[in-house]
Structures are given as structure tokens and as C-alpha cells.
């Protein structure tokens, strides 16, 4: 079963950057379509951006267009997720998911996920 672990995430002023990764056990890391969620505090859980198994149909919503880039590796068995123009709001813990099966859809919740990585962004 695919094990994923975040890192990545720490403290940041408004308009800086930070990159997160997220590292995944398993054979078919190649095959997985990837994404990312947020939680803030006080909030539900909110899908941030996906990629597929080919690295030729990235998602993302339209709060982080223009500013997220999500990205894989499948040599490293790793999706990353590289944040820039940070803002207040971007505040969240942020957690890798996946699915159970490969060539999932890019548009919905997979049933894998992290412990996430904290990202806090100062005003």
C-alpha cells in the first residue's frame, strides 16, 4: 500500500516562497495521478492543485493559479508543489493525496493521504 510523507512546509512572509514535496512508498508512483489539499484552521479541507501520471494535465483552483506550480518526479517517486507570491490566506496545513488505483481523474478525491506539512504565512 502507498505510504506518503510531506515536508516542506515553515514560515514565510507575504510574497515569499516555499516548495513542498511529498515522497510516496510503492512500485506504481508512475501511474498515480497526484495532488495536493489545504486545512486551515477552522476550515474544511480545500483541494489545491493535481497532476497525472504524465506530467501534461496539471489542475489547479483558480486562488493559486499563477502562483502554485505543481510538478513530479517519478525517478524520486515525488510530486512537489512550488509556492510563490505567498499570501496570508495561503495559511494551511497542506497534505499529499493519491488513490488506491493508477490513472485516477484529476478532479477527484483520492483515498490516500499524508500527515501534511504546516505552512504559515505572515502578513
Known amino acids: 500500500q502507498v505510504q506518503l510523507v510531506e515536508s516542506g512546509g515553515g514560515l514565510a512572509q507575504a510574497g515569499g516562497s516555499l516548495r513542498l514535496s511529498c515522497a510516496a512508498s510503492g512500485r506504481t508512483f508512475s501511474t498515480r495521478t497526484m495532488r495536493w489539499f489545504r486545512q486551515a484552521p477552522g476550515k474544511e479541507r480545500e483541494f489545491v492543485a493535481s497532476?497525472?501520471?504524465?506530467?501534461?494535465?496539471?489542475y489547479y483552483i483558480d486562488s493559486v493559479k499563477g502562483r502554485f506550480t505543481i510538478s513530479r518526479d517519478n525517478a524520486k517517486n515525488t510530486v512537489y508543489l512550488q509556492m510563490d507570491s505567498l499570501k496570508p490566506e495561503d495559511t494551511a496545513v497542506y497534505l499529499c493525496?493519491?488513490?488506491?488505483?493508477?490513472?485516477?481523474?484529476?478532479?477527484?478525491?483520492?483515498?490516500?493521504w499524508g500527515q501534511g506539512t504546516q505552512v504559515t504565512v505572515s502578513s
Open positions: 493525496n493519491t488513490d488506491s488505483v493508477p490513472y485516477g481523474s484529476l478532479y477527484k478525491l483520492g483515498d490516500t
Open positions: 497532476i497525472n501520471w504524465a506530467s501534461t494535465t496539471p
